[in-house]
């Protein structure tokens, strides 16, 4: 049990992203996924496009063997009845699977302030350096590069993202958690912070233990 729940931290912990958080989530509280000890989990990544599937699913895969890609083993899932496919499972040994799927994309408006340095007129923290007597075009030329940077609008991309971990042995959800990311830029290190903010929540719900 515990050599899985290190497992899967490693996996979960590959890098680290500020814009990441999870906005909620529930655990089953009779059972945790360390109890569950899994050995071969299935990551199945919920999106229509194929690349993206590929690639959030190998970014999971590729750190650990306990993990496997629903590709491999599930490329014809949208032709199978769900018994065919809780078949293919059972053949293949799974005993557990993680889904993600996109909730929602939501277009976000925010303003930015400007800065302003702090200087006063007088020089530098207020003192007095001798500028009475020059002309505003030598004052306004010392101090006008730095003097403010004015405010923007900005707009971002928030997307929402649902986790889901289901124990084939219990034939039920045990955990389940939806993330906000925003300035997403590359999938596979969003991927990786969605899984570390997973972590992060498991650990602090007792689905994990706390190191």
Known sequence: ???????????????????????NSWRDPKITVTQENFKKVLVVALVKDEASRRITENRIAAANPVFKTSYQY??????????????VL??????GVVTMRLVSKEKETNYVPGTYTGMYYGGFDGMYTGMYGYGFGNWYGMYSPNFYDPGYYQETTSYMVETNIFSLKENKLIWTGTTKSDYVTDLGQTVDAIMQAVVKEMKKDGSLPPK
């Open 1 to 23: 049990m515990k050599k899985y729940a290190v497992l899967l931290t490693i996996v979960f912990l590959v890098s680290c992203s500020s814009n990441t958080s999870i906005v």
């Open 74 to 87: 599930m490329s014809s899932a949208s032709q199978l009845t769900k018994e065919q496919q809780l078949k």
């Open 90 to 95: 059972q053949d293949e040994n799974f005993d």
